[in-house]
């Protein structure tokens, strides 16, 4: 049973370019988060997304940021304009349903240069 | 959202040897995981405790959740190289995760 999947696992993008990660969860799992670890810092919520819908996206910022998780196919966390400090690693988690344990993929790391 | 606090930050020991590292709370956990993260990875969930004064063993590691349910501990009997890593407590907050900084354990040969 294949795990979480993330690509790319590396992202460098110069400040002003869109940077977009992908997620895809494990089999059988419809419910994904998305984390932030900045560096020296701990792990920070950012969205919660079932198949096309958002359900708490409380934890990302207002602008520049958004998330999708379609129909068909994997997620995808959308950052517009990058700037240097959105160089992070970026993890995706998914699970079964709300509540239940959440298994996380490997990351994205995205250096904004 | 409740603030977890781990300790000790960081930890250095020598093969072989014990040590335990803690995660407590102001306020009481619904259910608590922890997980172990290494270098350049996602990370890797090692046990979930829900009920106060629950005990679990993992090979070497043992985890303890409080009576009260506001702390827990981790303990690594006769530490190896290979344990080296994070060790992230984490509590879930309605279909969220909140982590706490977590401890950098390394384990030297």
């Known amino acids: 049973n294949a795990g979480v999947m993330q690509n790319p696992r590396h992202l460098v993008r110069r400040r002003g370019q869109e940077a977009r990660l992908r997620c895809s969860p494990m089999?059988?799992?419809?419910?994904v988060y998305w984390y932030r670890q900045l560096p020296e810092e701990g792990l920070k919520f950012m969205v919660y997304?079932?198949?096309?819908?958002?359900?708490?996206e409380s934890g990302m910022p207002k602008e520049r940021f958004s998330a999708e998780f379609p129909k068909e196919g994997p997620s995808i966390l959308r950052i517009q304009q990058v700037v240097r400090g959105d160089s992070a690693a970026y993890f995706c988690?998914?699970?079964?349903?709300?509540?239940?344990?959440?298994?996380f993929g490997p990351g994205t790391r995205l250096t904004v240069t | 959202t409740q603030l977890l606090e781990q300790s000790p930050q960081f930890l250095s020991i020598q093969e072989g040897e014990n040590l335990t590292v803690y995660c407590n709370s102001s306020?009481?956990?619904?259910?608590l995981q922890w997980y172990r993260q290494e270098p350049g990875e996602g990370p890797v969930l090692l046990v979930t405790?829900?009920?106060?004064?629950e005990v679990k063993k993992l090979k070497r590691l043992t985890f303890q959740f409080g009576d009260a349910r506001k702390d827990s501990s981790l303990h690594i009997t006769a530490a190896q190289p290979g344990d080296t890593g994070l060790y992230l407590c984490?509590?879930?907050?309605?279909?969220?995760?909140?982590f706490g900084e977590g401890t950098q354990l390394t384990v030297n040969p």
């Open positions: 988690a998914s699970s079964p349903a709300s509540g239940y344990e959440q298994y």
């Open positions: 089999k059988g799992h419809s419910h």
């Open positions: 997304l079932q198949k096309e819908n958002i359900i708490d």
């Open positions: 306020s009481v956990f619904s259910s």
């Open positions: 405790v829900v009920t106060g004064g």
């Open positions: 984490a509590e879930t907050s309605g279909s969220r995760l909140t």
